[in-house]
């Protein structure tokens, strides 16, 4: 015998809707479920042009998000430039040759610095339950 | 003494199974909580020189940078969305649209260079942002 196990929203009712918009929860619909999130930091040399890679070390190749924070504070995904007159300009994540990726142990991305100095990435990583 | 709220997928035994794709539920599992979302258009000159910025922005007030991600209709043709960002890079000419957060705003970004002609059009935005703090 199977259970149902559900919560709707505020005005409606949990036995008679049928609009999967109307439950917070409903046990007949899979959640999104987070495996694994982590933050770091990686320093990116002045005059740096090349792969970075964030370990994770998580074993399986899974679906992934990854978040990076930029000197000026501006935070964005994957390979979101962060312009408009920004100091930001010298720190760039390539988008065409090789955007970040995701194997089972680590993300990869390209980045560029072409300021006078080192700056910091800052990164936040999120592994979900569907493998790739 | 740990106690935990599993649902599994019909077929499957929520005591006892391990994969959490054949669970629809699982407390050990942190998800994306939904706190807004929404559209933002933004109107740009296609064929701007020199290269010209027009943004729109939502505040969320946060407090922290928040789990997000936007797609754009880039000429509001009201059928096609795609995952932000859209980067075109055609000989002479560069067309981006992409976002970016800080701790209080949401914002939408339009880049544009173009010949210095006057070709306006207005991108539609589509934002989601969870409770999630990325924990920078």
Redesign the interface.
């Known amino acids: 015998m199977?259970y149902k196990?559900a919560v709707s929203k505020a005005t409606k009712n949990v036995l008679t809707a049928t609009d999967p918009n109307d439950f917070i929860?409903h046990?007949?619909?899979?959640?999104?479920?987070?495996?694994a999130?982590d933050?770091g930091t990686i320093s990116v040399a002045s005059g740096f042009n090349g792969t970075k890679t964030i370990t994770h070390s998580y074993g399986t190749r899974q679906g992934f998000?990854v978040?990076f924070?930029y000197p000026s504070?501006?935070?964005?995904?994957?390979?979101?430039?962060?312009?408009?007159?920004s100091s930001d300009d010298t720190l760039t994540i390539d988008?065409f040759l090789n955007p970040p990726s995701n194997n089972a142990n680590t993300i990869s991305f390209d980045i560029a610095n072409s300021g006078g100095s080192s700056l910091d990435i800052?990164y936040?990583y999120?592994l979900f339950?569907?493998?790739i | 003494m740990t106690h935990k709220i599993r649902t599994s997928k019909a077929g499957y035994n929520a005591i006892t199974e391990t994969a959490p794709n054949n669970l629809t539920f699982s407390s050990d599992y942190n998800t994306l909580k939904y706190d807004i979302s929404g559209y933002v258009d933004v109107t740009y000159n296609k064929d701007a020189s020199p290269i010209t910025y027009v943004t729109g922005n939502v505040a969320h007030n946060l407090g922290y940078e928040p789990f997000f991600y936007v797609l754009v209709d880039d000429e509001s043709s009201g059928t096609t969305f795609e995952f932000t960002p859209k980067i075109f890079r055609p000989l002479l000419a560069a067309r981006s649209f992409y976002a970016f957060t800080t701790t209080t705003t949401l914002y939408f970004v339009t880049e544009m260079l173009g010949a210095g002609g006057t070709d306006n059009k207005t991108a539609r935005f589509r934002y989601f942002i969870f409770r999630n703090n990325l924990g920078f």
Request: hydrophobic residues 30%; glycine residues 6%.
């Open positions: 199977s196990f929860f046990s007949n619909y899979n959640t999104f479920k987070i495996l999130h933050t998000f978040f924070k504070g501006r935070t964005t995904y994957f390979h979101n430039p962060i312009r408009i007159g988008y800052k936040s999120y339950e569907i493998a």
